[in-house]
């Protein structure tokens, strides 16, 4: 089956890390540009970062440089984001997605993962 | 505040049909043909019901369909369906250093 599950979430403390996975299965991951989108509690989406197949390009939306790291194992079909320096504001649900680069959309994404930042 | 402006809300009965907009700006919507629709039913992964303004991925229902005019992109659903009930994101690319915008989602309730 074509899919992709997030894992990874849950509470940290203000200032402190989490790192996401992501675990693709069904396509060639490695053939894949892969991006990270949130949704914050009753917002809209938001496109977080994203990585080229062989990891050699990776952009990232401003309120996130610096902080949070893209990253991927195509032998393990896996992708992940290192998030440290948490913000309350990172508090979302973060999915993993598929990105299909000739027409700048995402045609397959996960169910996500909650992180929560507390006080 | 999103980055492209939704309604939040639109309703319709069943076998009736709807349309969600999306407005953006000259960077984004009225710039570019990469307008996508999702929808998403909470708990559950986002699905790409429309692409390039107006292309529908295979399996897609062709009760759905997309347009642009200018700055604004339309999603419209006919023959609404119960199953149709979610929320739906608008999404376009803007640039290099910010390859994709999102409206804040549109709940769909059929009545």
């Known amino acids: 089956e074509v899919q992709l599950v997030e894992s990874g979430g849950g509470l940290v403390q203000r200032g402190g890390s989490l790192r996401l996975s992501c675990a693709a299965s069904g396509f060639t991951f490695s053939s894949y540009w892969m991006s990270w989108v949130r949704q914050a509690p009753g917002k809209g989406l938001e496109w977080v970062a994203n990585i080229k197949q062989d990891g050699s390009e990776k952009s990232y939306v401003d309120s996130v440089k610096g902080r949070f790291t893209i990253s991927r194992d195509n032998a393990k079909n896996s992708l992940y984001l290192q998030m440290n320096s948490l913000r309350a504001e990172d508090r979302a649900v973060y999915y993993c997605a598929r990105v299909e680069r000739s027409y700048w959309y995402f045609d397959l994404w996960g169910r996500g993962t909650l992180v929560t930042v507390s006080s | ?111």
């Open chain 2, 1 to 111: 505040q999103s980055a492209l402006t939704q309604p939040a809300s639109v309703s319709g009965s069943p076998g009736q049909s709807i349309t969600i907009s999306c407005t953006g700006t000259s960077r984004d919507v009225g710039g570019y043909t990469y307008v996508s629709w999702y929808q998403h039913h909470p708990g559950k992964a986002p699905k790409l019901m429309i692409y390039d303004v107006s292309n529908r991925p295979s399996g897609v229902s062709n009760r759905f369909s997309g347009s642009k005019s200018g700055n604004t992109a339309s999603l419209t659903i006919s023959g609404l369906q119960a199953e149709d009930e979610a929320d739906y994101y608008c999404s376009s690319y803007r640039s290099s250093s910010t390859p994709w915008v999102f409206g804040g989602g549109t709940k769909l309730t059929v009545l």
